[in-house]
Structure formats: C-alpha cells, structure tokens
C-alpha cells in the first residue's frame, strides 16, 4: 500500500473519528458533561466521511482498553473485537469483560473499505455511571447563559425584558452595589411569563394569560453588588407523584439543575428597577436567563426552501425539540411532565431530523416501556417507538430489552370472533393490565385529544375528533393495530425470531382483511367509526391511509373524502393526517396545510404569540392549552421525512429512500442527521425538476424521482454526490 493511498484511507475516518458509545456522540466534553454509559457492556457505532467516490465498509475491529496506552491490536484488556467481515457499524455491543462503575475506558476502532485498511481512528474516552443498570446512556442537562434581546423601561419605573423566544429555564439578575434601594434584606417583586400584553404605559407581562399558559409572580430578597438567582417553586401539578389516571410519576428535575419555568419575558418592578433606570445600569448583560435543555447541536439539520411560511414553521418547530428536552426526557410540555408515548413519538421522529442525537428518545422509550399511559392507541404506540429506535440507529438494544412485552402490547389478546380488538365488549381487568404493566385505573380508547366535539371545519367548539363516534369496535384503533402486528412481525424477523413472525404477518393479514370487510362503506367510498355507525370520520380514513391498510382500488375515493375534511383533527393527529397525504401521493395538498393561514396552523400558533408549537392549534379548540408541546411539532419530522422524502429502509440508513414530494414548495434544500452522517438534499422545480443529493460512505439511497409523464422511477445509487434532472 502506498503513502499516499494510506493518507487518503486515513481520510475516510477523520482524526478525532466520529465515534458513539452507546448511540452517544462523543467529542471531548467537559467532566459535568460527560454522557453517562449505564451498561456493563456498551454498544459502538461510528460514522465515515467519503473520499473521492464511493466508500463501502468491509469489515472493521474494534478495541477497548483502560488506558489509551492499552490500545494495541491484540492485547486490548477490556475486548478485542478481532476482525470481522461485516458492513455494521452501529450497534455493537462490547462482548468483552463487564466494565466497572464509576471509571473511565478507551476505545478505537479500524475499518477496512473497498480502498483498503484505514488503520485505527484516535482512541476515545468515555465513563461509566456511578451505577451500572443497564438502562440507556444520556447526557446531564445543559445550561445556556443568554441575555435578554431587548431591555425596555417604562414611565412608572419598571423594567421590561423581551429574551426572545420563551425556555424553560432560571433566572439571575445583579442590581449594582450603590443602589439607594440596595440594602441586605431589599425585596424585588418580578412577574415571568410567556406572554405580554400592551398597556397604556407600554407593556407588561399577560397577568392573565389564559388557558395554561405560564405566568407567574414572585418576591425576591436581592442584595446590591451580588448576583441573585431566583429560585422557582415547584408546581404540585408537575411534582405530584401518581397523581393522574395511569398512575405513573412525573420526571422531576435533577437536584443539581434545579426547578425551571418556561418564560420569555420578565418583568420587574420596585425601587431596584427605578434605580436601574436612574444610574443607567440596564445593560442587558445584568440579566441572564438560563435554559435548561438536553444537548443540542444546531447545525446538525438545516432546512430552507422558497415559501417563507414553511421556514417559519419549521424555525418554529426545531426550536420546540430543543426547548422542551428540559427534563432529558420526552413530557408533555409543563402541564404534567410525565411522558405520554403520543407525544413521544412525534417528538421522536422530530429529535431524529433535527439532532443527530438518540440517547434522549431512547431513555424516554425504555422508561415508557415500565411506565405506560392510559389510550388504548398508545399502548400500540409503544411498539411503534421501539421501532423507529432500531430503524433509526441499527441498535437492537430495546427490541430485544423488551420484546416479551412488546408482544403483550400488540394487545392480541383483545381480539374478538369478528377479527377486530375492542376494549369494550368486555370488561378490562388486573391480569390483562398485568400482561402490559399498565398500574392505571382504566385503559380506554381516545383517537385524537380532545375527543369530544361535534363535526365540522373550523368549528369553534372543544373537540378534535371530528365527531368520531365511539363504539364497541373502534375504526382508529383497529387501523393502528394493524400496523402494531405488522411492525412486530419486523421486529421479530429482526431478531431471528420466525415462528414469531410468521405469526404476527398471519395475524397483521387477517386483520388488515377484517377491518376492510367490516369498517368500509362502499357507497360512501371511505371507512366507517365502527361497525354499527354510518359516520364517517377523517381519523377513521386518515389512520386507514397512514398506515397501509387501504387495498390500491378504494386509495382514491379515500383520500377524496380525507381531503373534504380538512384540518379537522388536533396537532397529534396532524402528524398522521400528512403521513397519510404523502401516502397517498397529495403532496401539493399535504404542502397547502402545512403553509395555511387559517386558524388550525402552525401560523397561527405563531400569530397568537408562541415560539414553541402550541398543544392545539387555539383557545377555540382546547380552552386550556399550553405553549410549550412538542407534540404540536410534527413538521419537524414531516419536512425532512415527507416533503425532503428522507427516510430509513435499512436499520441504521445502511439503506435509504429519498423521495421528495415538492407540492407546492418550488424550491428547497436541506441538511437531515442520520447516524451514519449528514445527509443533504435539494430540488428545484422552477425549470422542469433537478434533484441534487449527497449521503454519507457505506451507505446506498433507493432514489425516486418523477417522470414526466406522472409516477415515479426509482434508481438505486452508492455513496457520495449526485445530480438528477428529469426522467423521461
């Protein structure tokens, strides 16, 4: 082998290499900043830069060690993997000695590629927890300093402070020494909120903002010349422990971060702002917000396209999966702070197109796992995340952590004579909620939240079920669980597992055949609520689209009708309304309402003051939404994975498809994470179609591009950078 071509090998992995423990990138952190590895025997995984062409792995060896003195081919102390003819790069676990708590390890790996043996990456440093469970890794909270963007001082002496955009986050603050007010025991009454409003004197905090939107007023002793922190109280109704109906706990904040509260103004009034305003001591570096959130990396995704609504929106919608990773796990905005498998999904699929990050969503899902809410759908949801976990990363860490119970929540047992499941035929009792760890009082159906409302568009009324109407036999949740018992047959086969999975594909088939026979309405072209109802619903049809269930000749009429409804579902079913445009091939339609102006948009949320997504679409719809959920963020997901057409057929994108799906958005360019690298795409339609792509080494993209005639011819292509114009 020759210098140069070792030097262009050595390329391929650069020095440091991109190397993850457990699904944790790792770069050189701070000691309190250190991912915490809680398995005895971690998994590797890493990533590779392309050279000139396309890079294919081969087969790699990885080395762990003690010390980086350790590190040599043959002698590692901890595991020497040997070599090993493999293209996997994720997910593999360390079969070495069991690793100590609380100690520091080494490890590197070497790859050979089509160009030959790269030689080994510079070793890496990770620690291990203090206690060894074998739960997933993650990272301790971050705290980012940030200054206000606007300090304003109003006639009667107070001072406004504008950061922005709201957090969850605390609060310091340092009136200067020589303060006339200033004195040990001096009192400071400061209001903090997510909304303002105009009065005749200027603006202040919305004292009375409605709904649950956060507000609140607090006294604090400051002292002139220090800093003051303001400590904010706990909330009984986010810190009570079982205090809901599936009777698990909120996440509380570690003890070493401290209680937060989502704000993005503060307001303060007193003889400390008087004096600010006097002595000219207003900069806005004496007032720091500190957010709390889980690692973030902005420039791990990038989206920009032609339509400066849908930049807005996704501006939006970003910024919602980092501000709410407040507690390291996945919660349901302020209100409880319990995960919700729901809510966990969308967040999910939306932390995964805007981080190149997976540990948090992997502790949020093994915590869902033991501690399950009460809709009957989201128990079948719980399956869906384990999925997206392995498909996303290549790590079979929680499919086989938990497939016994996986198979529980296919919630087969439920399954009547007619071929369709019903939670309510017969009564649910504590051995079947033993089956799924269910510890609530009642397990029932939900399809959309709230649930409750007459139908129609654009109806100010609570509800956003589109008057679904609830029988024995449920239409939402018998389409999910199609798509649940198809999705564990692929686990199974993941797994090696084919007796398993021979018998979820027997089953997912006779439930696809019997929620076709008895849920369509073939005069009406479209999906009945149930079988003993002649309403027809969007969810009914929304969730038949999303999730395959609809044999090819009845696509048509379906997606006319889903289309007649409009945007008659919350922003959780959102997220399965769009899947299920893009299904079916509506693209310009899918496009419209996620660009709408109308009162159920992501505009509007933006309209009424939030710079988060909202957990409705308004007041009109839910009375006491919040503004901080990230359930309501589904074009984070949606614009990478739909309109960008970027989504795993492989594990771990060792194969992708890439499927744009324009619609309206003429133009548009895009940086989508993945864990084997970045993955950039753009298109233009302005002059017939151009699709320019770039995915990382050892992978292959399944390419769909359109003819001019209509449909669609799909070309297979390697690694690297390439340009395609129109097919003919």
């Not at 509260?261 to 806005?284: C, D, H, I, N, T």
């Not at 930049?311 to 407040?326: E, G, H, P, Q, R």
């Not at 084997?676 to 699709?691: C, E, H, K, R």
Request: hydrophobic letters at 35%.
């Amino acid at each position: 082998m020759t210098a140069s071509l070792i030097a262009l090998i050595l390329a391929v992995l650069p020095i440091p290499g991109r190397l993850m423990t457990d699904l944790v990138e790792h770069t050189d952190w701070p000691e309190e900043s250190r991912p915490l590895i809680r398995s005895s025997h971690p998994s590797f995984s890493w990533t590779i830069e392309n050279g000139n062409g396309p890079v294919r792995q081969k087969g790699y060896r990885i080395l762990v060690a003690e010390s980086p003195e350790k590190l040599r081919e043959g002698s590692a102390d901890v595991w020497d993997s040997g070599y090993r003819c493999s293209p996997v790069r994720t997910g593999i676990r360390c079969e070495g000695l069991a690793l100590e708590p609380d100690r520091d390890y080494y490890w590197t790996v070497g790859i050979r590629t089509n160009r030959g043996w790269s030689g080994y990456v510079a070793p890496r440093m990770f620690r291990t927890a203090y206690e060894l469970d074998g739960g997933p890794a993650y990272y301790p909270l971050q705290k980012t300093a940030e200054n206000p963007e606007s300090v304003r001082t109003l006639p009667d002496g107070r001072v406004f402070l504008d950061f922005g955009r709201a957090s969850f986050g605390q609060f310091s603050f340092t009136v200067g020494k020589d303060a006339p007010c200033g004195r040990p025991g001096g009192e400071l009454t400061l209001h903090f909120g997510e909304a303002a409003e105009s009065v005749p004197d200027g603006c202040q905090v919305n004292r009375n903002p409605g709904g649950s939107i956060r507000y609140c007023s607090l006294k604090v002793p400051f002292e002139p010349g220090r800093e003051t922190t303001v400590a904010f109280p706990h909330d009984k109704r986010n810190t009570d422990p079982r205090a809901n109906e599936s009777g698990v706990s909120p996440i509380l904040m570690p003890e070493e971060t401290g209680e937060v509260y989502p704000f993005r103004y503060v307001e303060m009034e007193g003889k400390a702002g008087e004096f600010l305003q006097k002595s000219g001591e207003l900069g806005p570096e004496r007032f720091v917000r500190h957010s709390v959130h889980y690692p973030f990396d902005e420039s791990a995704s990038y989206f920009h396209c032609s339509d400066s609504t849908l930049n807005a929106v996704w501006d939006l919608c970003k910024y919602t999966i980092k501000a709410t990773s407040f507690c390291g796990y996945y919660v349901d905005g302020d209100r409880e702070r319990i995960p919700y498998e729901a809510d966990a999904y969308i967040n999910q699929l939306g932390h995964y197109c805007v981080d190149r990050e997976y540990s948090m969503a992997r502790r949020t899902v093994d915590h869902l796992m033991a501690n399950p809410t009460w809709p009957t759908e989201w128990i079948l949801e719980s399956v869906l995340l384990c999925w997206q976990d392995y498909m996303y990363t290549g790590d079979k860490y929680l499919i086989g952590k938990w497939y016994d119970l996986i198979k529980n929540r296919t919630l087969l047992s439920l399954k009547q004579d007619n071929g369709l499941i019903s939670t309510r035929v017969k009564p649910l009792d504590k051995e079947f909620y033993g089956t799924i760890g269910f510890r609530g009082r009642n397990m029932r159906d939900i399809v959309d939240w709230p649930q409750k409302g007459a139908a129609g568009l654009e109806k100010e009324s609570a509800g956003e079920a589109d008057g679904f109407v609830l029988r024995d036999y449920n239409a939402a949740v018998n389409a999910l669980w199609c798509h649940t018992l198809s999705v564990t047959a692929d686990i199974a086969a993941a797994l090696g597992k084919t007796d398993d999975e021979a018998y979820f594909r027997k089953e997912a088939a006779s439930a696809r055949e019997a929620f076709n026979a008895l849920l369509y309405d073939a005069g009406a072209g479209c999906y009945r609520d149930g079988i003993d109802t002649d309403h027809h619903s969007l969810h009914a049809n929304m969730y038949a689209l999303a999730f395959g269930i609809v044999p090819e000749d009845r696509v048509r009429p379906v997606t006319e009708f889903v289309k007649s409804r409009g945007m008659a579902c919350s922003v959780y079913g959102a997220q399965f309304l769009l899947d299920a445009l893009y299904e079916a091939g509506e693209a310009e339609y899918a496009s419209s309402l996620m660009t709408s102006h109308g009162l159920r948009s992501w505009y509007n949320m933006m309209v009424l003051g939030s710079t988060m997504a909202l957990e409705a679409w308004d007041p009109a719809f839910k009375p006491n939404l919040d503004w901080n959920h990230a359930w309501g963020a589904a074009p984070a997901n949606i614009i990478p994975r739909r309109l960008m057409g970027l989504e795993p057929l492989e594990p771990g994108f060792s194969m992708m498809r890439i499927h744009p799906q324009p619609g309206l958005i003429e133009k548009a360019e895009a940086v989508i994470p993945t864990v084997a690298g970045p993955v950039s795409i753009s298109y233009d339609t302005q002059n017939g179609f151009s699709l320019e792509i770039d995915i990382p080494a050892g992978t292959g993209a399944e390419v769909w591009l359109p003819k001019e005639k209509g449909g669609w011819k799909k070309i297979n292509v390697g690694s690297g950078r390439h340009r395609f114009p129109l097919v003919a």
